[in-house]
């Protein structure tokens, strides 16, 4: 954290580290208070809960591996009576004890083993380390699920049962992950993490997935388990490897906090640098999947999180730049002199779409960039809307790959181009949005559905102080998203076209970029966001093409349409979570949580 600060102070002075605090103040509101009044189970649930138990027909076995080395022996306890108190009742606890030289811990353990026959204990005769310890509670292991769980953590209470609902709730699921938050050494809990449901590309940012974390049996063993080697992110390397022979629809994410992550000096709870071996075995599990799976690509730990680099093809395709405007001289010349002057990428042409500009500087500029090597001016007589001036554009195109950009954008980072394109070029990858500033506050970090007063749709992080890493590092992360904005947005040419470009004929005033990357997403195409490709937006922060002109007639009809066409999807995003609130938008905590009560 005072790094973090002294970041700010650097970039931004002391104004700017006065907002960061005020931000992050708003953010994390009182989270005690809503775990007392939302996350905390009265008796009558407790029985409720029970009660669906007994009325399941199938009643799964899950194994909780703990892999154990001198643990505290008050924590260890705590963590084990965690898993004892469970109201779902058919779980085993497999135990490896990594050869620990406190008596006591064996001791606590072998007194455990001798009162609960669900309790096993493989005492190992020698250290080998966490993944060889996990493999040894994994030799005992008989259920058809193995629960990843650390020997001083918690499990509340329904953990378990969650799970089994979830399993009876998807027949063929193979990996469940669930929300977490931290516990102290006082039992005080804290820093939520209430996560997306299934982001493969944060996934190769961050370890989403545990806690908690739980795994088909079936496919833990044709994996082979747990590999030596990748101490630290042994977990991780699991699940990239189980994920390998999965479909998407496969992993399941439960929105509720059924993870205790304690936080003391030597957990990775509190600090990646308590373990730094971690971060190096990271970049080793996420290298060797992009080999498993023929990505080119290589991952870099940058201290809050992992970057993937894509390569890029040793042909470059051409990149079309489509750039609609009109009677905006000034931030047009801006726009494109940035495009010309920091572009690394070599190969691209401009495209300028004009919108039957009648502005004598705008003409003047629209003749000479129209003599520009690279440069195309497409004239239009008669003022139309932006998206039909983008579709105009890309038909235009001589790419194969197209980037979309407002006039009002200034281009920050030179690579911004060569990072979209490598991502927009992998499979399956539809829409590649940018990180976009107003000055040193964040304008756009992706679009989160149902934010804003209309329920539509609003930008993530908007207005966060430049120098934070925003909720959980997503500010700061590769990931998928429902949707980018269109300010700068790439995609592959044939995806453009396979979708039909922006809608037209519904859309008039908001939302195109919005409904443009939903209905890629109908064709199985993602939308990925990245903050490594950074660019100005010289527009009123908290102003954006999206937000039309709130009130007005179109604009309504936009927001009418949006909600008859996607429904209860712009409610339910899934990059987003129940367990946050949709109103302001800073990624608090919902009161109450939009899910269905216990």
Known sequence: MAQRILQIFRRSGWRGVKQAIAWRLARHNDYARWVREYDTLTPEMQARLAQRVASMTDLPLISVLMPSYNANPVWLREAVESVRNQIYPNWELCIADDASPSAEVRAVLKAYADSDPRIKVVFRPENGHISAASNSALTVASGAWMALMDHDDLLPVHALFWVTDCIARHPDVKLIYSDEDKVDEAGNRSGPYFKSDWNVDLFRSQNMFSHLGVLSMDLVRAVGGFRKGLEGSQD????????????????????????????????????????PYAAVAGERALDEHFVRTN?????EYLGFGYRVRYALPEALPLVSVVVPTRNSATSLRRCVESIFGKTTYARYEVVIVDNASDDAATLGYLQAAAK??????????????????????????????????????????????????????????????????HGKRLQHAGIILGLGHDGVAGFSHQGMPAGLGGYAGRAELIQSLSAVSGACLVIQKAHYRQVGGFDTEHLKEAFADVDFCLRLGELGLRTVWTPHAELFQHVPLGRAKMDGLRGGERYLQDVAFMRQRWGALLQNDPAYNPNLMLMPQNFSCAWPPRLAPV
């Open 372 to 437: 520009m090597p690279n440069v195309r001016v497409l004239r239009q007589t008669q003022a139309q809307q932006e998206g039909a001036l983008r579709n105009l554009g890309v038909e235009a195109a001589q790419g194969e790959v197209i980037a979309l950009v407002d006039d009002t954008v200034e281009v920050i980072e030179p690579e911004w181009l060569s990072e979209m394109v490598s991502l927009a070029l992998q499979v399956g990858v539809g829409a590649v949005g940018a990180r976009l500033w």
């Open 236 to 275: 991780w390397d699991l699940v990239l490897r189980c994920m390998e022979r999965v479909e998407a629809r496969q992993i399941q994410h439960i929105p509720r906090v059924l993870y205790h992550w304690r936080v003391h000096a030597e957990s990775t709870a509190k600090s990646m640098n308590a373990k």
């Open 295 to 299: 990505v080119r690509a290589k991952a």
